[in-house]
């Protein structure tokens, strides 16, 4: 009689596996979908000023429309799935019970009664009694299945290991080692297309470089590649005499800072984000650096001063403030090796100056690598490396440069010479001084500091 109830047996592993591999595809499906729109709405919020000035909030909101769509419908889908599983199992249940209750009718009222109804009785109760667990089973499996579909999504990024890591036989960088050596370096971001070729320089402990060239030539590359965050295809770059390659990752970055060409701040206060460069900075410590460097004019002006809360990466604060606070946060962590990779954006003079006396003061006796974008910052490096298309093809002084009349020659006159900069004499950087310290915007004797030069 029990052996009847198992007639259904096949019909709940067939459905269980149904349920299974089909909502497991709609599981995915579905996440993926809801992935999406959530990943629109953070970039339609975080570019929506440009959107607005290109007039394409229509669009992206349609956009958004059809993604949300996508996601309701397989959302709509699986909860279809989920929703039937348990009534058709149910029905299978109750099909097996009408089945039993079918053959052992039929045995209990024939010819020859062999069963009594307390034994029907007694069977039916057993029977449901193993098919009702079996059945919740069944639907267990298929949740395990749809959190398995959804423990992949995760599990590729928890086991996604770091491209760089530190050579089994890594040793610290030793204290004396300084200076940078690019040793015939080819890099390459995708296959077959080159962004460094074979490029050979030296910067002597102590000395600031600058490397210039046109948008594209491989800059930020290269200080990408000695902070090690992507390792050259071909040859080597060392530091002192020891190749980056088997150094420790922490000493390394230890000795060296980069402030990067779209500089980075943290949802935190002004403070705290100076702080970063040494986490156990006094507050003393640094306001005493800010005055130093000039920054606490910049940063005495907000609402809050250093407990300003910076918002959105440093929506709340402009460009200038920006830069004076990563430099802040740079000179904080003294590194023996400076890297700098300047922002384009155009400061106002004021600003400008300011800047570029904060930066000579972290250039001083430093090893600095500057991506220069200014005349000025070019005109503080002993050295000028300039890049084309991934190719060192020149080097020297500004006047050995000026004199060859090639191509450093060439790239200062398309953007260094029309920055204008060079017009720009002590004089009226004194005059722009005095209009902002008339106008209250600064305290004057912050201005003083940041006139001396
Ligand atoms: N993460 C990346 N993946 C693929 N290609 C990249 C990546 N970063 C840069 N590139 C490519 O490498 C080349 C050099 O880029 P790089 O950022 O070094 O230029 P750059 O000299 O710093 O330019 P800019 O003056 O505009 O900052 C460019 O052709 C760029 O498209
Ligand atoms: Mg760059």
Do not use: W
């Amino acid at each position: 009689l029990a052996l009847t109830s198992l007639v259904v047996v096949p019909g709940i592993i067939f459905i269980a596996v149904l349920f299974g591999t089909v909502g497991q595809r709609i599981m995915l499906a579905s996440q993926r979908a809801s992935g999406e729109v959530s990943g629109q709405i953070a970039e339609n919020l975080s570019g929506i000023q440009v959107a607005k000035a290109f007039n394409r909030e229509d669009e992206l909101a349609e956009h958004l429309m059809s993604l949300n769509q996508k996601a309701y419908r397989y959302g709509f889908r699986f909860m279809i799935l989920m929703t039937s599983m348990q009534p058709l199992m149910a029905a299978i249940g109750q099909f097996a019970i009408a089945a039993m209750l079918f053959v052992a009718g039929s045995l209990a009222v024939g010819v020859l009664p062999l069963l009594s109804f307390g034994d029907i009785f007694l069977g039916i109760s057993l029977v449901r009694g193993i098919m009702f667990p079996l059945l919740g089973l069944s639907m267990m499996a298929t949740q395990v299945q749809s959190s398995l579909a959804a423990m992949d999504r995760v599990t590729d990024v928890l086991e996604s290991k770091p491209a760089i890591t530190d050579a089994p036989n890594a040793v610290a960088l030793r204290p004396e080692n300084d200076g940078i050596y690019f040793k015939n370096v080819v890099f390459e971001y995708l296959k077959d297309t080159p962004v460094l070729k074979n490029v050979t320089f030296s910067i002597n402990p102590g000395e600031t470089v600058a490397i210039v060239g046109h948008t594209g030539a491989g800059k930020t590359t290269i200080a990408a590649l000695v902070n090690r965050f992507y390792d050259p295809k071909e040859g080597a770059i060392f530091i002192g005499d020891q190749n980056i390659r088997d150094v420790q990752l922490h000493s390394l970055h230890h000795a060296m800072s980069l402030i990067p060409q779209e500089p980075y701040l943290f949802d935190d206060t002004v403070m705290e984000n100076i702080r970063y460069g040494k986490p156990d900075a006094t507050d003393e410590e640094i306001m005493e650096l800010c005055t130093m460097i000039g920054a606490d004019e910049f940063i005495e002006v907000l609402a809050n001063g250093y407990s300003t809360r910076v918002i959105q990466s440093g929506k709340n604060l402009s460009a200038g403030q920006r830069q004076m606070i990563t430099i802040a946060r740079t000179m904080l962590a003294n590194p023996k090796i400076l890297i700098l990779d300047e922002a384009t954006s155009r400061l106002d003079a004021y600003s400008e100056s300011l800047v570029q006396d904060a930066q000579e003061l972290l250039f001083h006796d430093r090893t600095t690598v500057v991506i220069a974008h200014r005349l000025t910052t070019i005109a503080n490096a002993s050295r000028v490396l300039v890049f084309d298309h991934g190719v060192l093809v020149e080097q020297g002084t500004i006047e050995e440069l000026l004199a060859k009349n090639g191509a450093f020659k060439a790239v200062y006159e398309t953007y260094y010479a029309h920055q204008g900069i060079e017009e720009i004499t002590e004089e009226r950087l004194e005059v722009a001084r005095t209009v902002v310290a008339q106008q209250g915007g600064v305290k004057s004797e912050g201005s003083e500091s940041g006139a001396a030069k």
